[in-house]
């Protein structure tokens, strides 16, 4: 029983952090990340990024040279899912 509640507090958590908006627009703006081709972002100041941010990467690469990390992140819509799966979770709480 105490395995099941700490796994639904967990997917709980995962969530809260995947429904949390994310601002590229601001992140690349902050000289946080430097946005690539094809919704890649690459990483310029990895300390900066917010842990929500790092919960909703999708893919990661490292560039050719070894150095760079390029990180490519969820969608809108796959935001919107979570924000839907964490809502139903809480009105089955109350």
Same mark, same amino acid.
Do not use: C
């Given at each position: 029983?105490?395995?099941?509640?700490?796994?639904?507090?967990?997917?709980?958590?995962?969530?809260?952090?995947?429904?949390?908006?994310?601002?590229?627009?601001?992140?690349?703006?902050?000289?946080?990340?430097?946005? @690539?081709?094809?919704?890649?972002?690459?990483?310029? =100041?990895?300390? $900066?990024?917010?842990?929500?941010? #790092?919960?909703?990467?999708? &893919?990661?690469?490292?560039?050719?040279?070894? @150095?760079?990390?390029?990180?490519?992140?969820?969608? =809108?819509?796959? $935001?919107?899912?979570?924000?839907? #799966?964490?809502?139903?979770? &809480?009105?089955?709480?109350?």
């Amino acid at each position: 029983m105490d395995e099941e509640k700490v796994s639904l507090e967990r997917i709980i958590e995962e969530l809260e952090e995947l429904s949390k908006p994310l601002d590229l627009d601001q992140l690349v703006g902050d000289g946080v990340l430097k946005r @690539r081709a094809r919704g890649w972002y690459q990483v310029l =100041d990895g300390a $900066r990024l917010p842990k929500h941010a #790092m919960r909703q990467v999708k &893919q990661t690469k490292s560039h050719r040279d070894g @150095r760079n990390v390029w990180l490519n992140f969820r969608t =809108d819509r796959e $935001r919107e899912k979570a924000r839907k #799966m964490l809502a139903r979770h &809480q009105r089955g709480k109350a």
